[in-house]
């Protein structure tokens, strides 16, 4: 595991109507295990963090970096880092195809909102 290369896989369709993008670290073999990692506030894509003026101090967090950490400390599972769909002032993280959230992306705590079934198409594809 040497030369980790996460890819993003962007617009991956979950649930009809929702979609995430999904930083995956490939592996040569097929594991059985996946290992589901959701990003917190700040996190994004390498590029994303690099152009705003305070993200880009946390670079070193990025989903891909991330993505690699995890897949170095857990060799035995395929790993993927779950995108949020939507972020309130290019920092916090709203997982709106999970769980409802409010303006500034505080979860809407709601039964029945569709995030296992979403999440279970997402690894499908």
């Keep these: 595991m040497s030369n980790i290369a996460p890819v993003c896989l962007k617009r991956v369709t979950g649930l009809t109507g929702r979609c995430n993008d999904l930083v995956i670290v490939e592996v040569a073999q097929h594991l059985p295990s996946v290992m589901v990692f959701f990003g917190g506030d700040v996190q994004d894509l390498h590029e994303v963090m690099e152009a705003h003026r305070d993200n880009k101090r946390y670079l070193s967090w990025s989903l891909e970096s991330t993505a690699?950490?995890?897949?170095?400390?857990?060799?035995?599972?395929?790993?993927?880092?779950?995108?949020p769909n939507r972020r309130e002032r290019g920092t916090f993280s709203c997982y709106d195809?999970?769980?409802?959230?409010?303006?500034?992306?505080?979860?809407k705590h709601?039964?029945?909102c569709g995030a296992v079934q979403h999440l279970a198409a997402l690894l499908r594809e």
């Design 68 to 83: 690699r950490l995890l897949a170095r400390a857990m060799p035995g599972h395929q790993v993927v880092v779950v995108r």
């Design 97 to 107: 195809n999970f769980v409802p959230t409010d303006s500034v992306g505080s979860p």
């Design 110 to 112: 709601a039964q029945h």
